[in-house]
């Protein structure tokens, strides 16, 4: 299970780092669903293996932090984007 997690973990940062580079709302709904995967098995692995959890727990926040920030970056240039569309037109 540990391998999946860090399967799902890895792909997560890289859609997360995809989504800011080529913003669209597929990308960044899949980055999401990614960063709750990897928050489930995260906290599968806690439950199952019975690991410290205050070390786990901060490590899950950081990584959540961390990604909703890129997240919110991802869809602020999206929205630019959208913006920009329009006034083309």
Request: with cysteine; proline share 2%.
């Amino acid at each position: 299970m540990l391998t999946v997690h860090l399967t799902i973990a890895l792909l997560s940062i890289i859609a997360v780092t995809f989504a800011v580079i080529s913003p669209s709302t597929k990308t960044i709904k899949g980055s999401q669903w990614l960063v709750v995967l990897t928050v489930v098995s995260g906290t599968y692995l806690v439950i199952k293996s019975h690991s410290p959890m205050l070390a786990s727990c901060l490590t899950g926040l950081a990584y959540i932090g961390a990604s909703l920030v890129v997240l919110a970056f991802a869809k602020n240039r999206l929205a630019k984007q959208d913006v920009q569309t329009l006034d083309d037109d």
